[in-house]
């Protein structure tokens, strides 16, 4: 099994900040890699697809980088929209998740 | 615009089989390019993947729930289905529907929770 695993677990941040979240695997996924946004009571909503692709409709100041077993996703610019829960997943071999990332108000 | 929605009994007893329904609105289950899949989430955790299946082809289940899980398309009535059978406390969770073009999943129905639960 790929093994996902993102840091931070929780990340306090306020409005107009800049947050990186990372996630890495525990074997090379090349691209495969999807990000995804989560509200509590809500389905998870595809933001980034093949490590830098942009789903459609999704604002560009999401945005995802890297390859190999590192990668990163990225706000460029908080908004209060944006606090929820994102997940990494790889779909190299078949689909494995991250364990999550709590993005909070500070 | 295509949607998904998922249908089924709210609680299941242990040791007996979870059986939830997809519909799938605004297209067709046999559209080229699409695979249909299941993911759940336990209450306050993350995210797992249970299988999927693409028209006319083999289902794939994730290997910890092979043995229990059976994913079917009825084409007549647009839909896909999930079987989980010998079902535990540990199997209570939201349970997804979802639909697969672009490689992974991003399509989503808005998701059913199942108890365990005698």
């Known amino acids: 099994d790929i093994q996902m695993t993102q840091s931070p677990s929780t990340l306090s941040a306020s409005v107009g900040d800049r947050v990186t979240i990372t996630c890495r695997a525990s074997e090379s996924i090349s691209s495969w890699l999807a990000w995804y946004q989560q509200k509590p009571g809500k389905a998870p909503k595809l933001l980034i697809y093949k490590a830098s692709s942009l789903e459609s409709g999704v604002p560009s100041r999401f945005s995802g980088s890297g390859s190999g077993t590192e990668f990163t996703l990225t706000i460029s610019s908080l908004q209060p929209d944006d606090f929820a829960t994102y997940y990494c997943q790889q779909y190299k071999s078949y689909y494995t998740f991250g364990q999550g990332t709590k993005l909070d108000i500070k | ?118």
Do not use: H, M
């Not at chain 2, 390019?33 to 336990?42: E, F, T």
């Not at chain 2, 896909?80 to 079902?87: A, C, E, G, K, W």
């Open chain 2, 1 to 118: 615009q295509l949607q998904l929605q998922e249908s089924g009994p709210g609680l299941v007893k242990p040791s007996e089989t979870l059986s939830l329904t997809c519909t799938v609105s605004g297209g067709s289950i046999t559209s080229s390019g699409y695979y249909w899949g299941w993911i759940r989430q336990p209450p306050g955790k993350g995210l797992e993947y249970i299988g999927s299946i693409y028209y006319g082809g083999s289902p794939y289940y994730n290997p910890s729930l092979k043995s229990r899980v059976t994913i079917s398309v009825d084409t007549s009535k647009n839909q896909f289905s999930l079987r989980l059978s010998s079902v535990t406390a540990a199997d209570t969770a939201v349970y997804f529907c979802a639909s697969r073009t672009s490689g992974t999943w991003g399509l989503w129905g808005q998701g059913t929770l199942v108890t365990v639960s005698s």
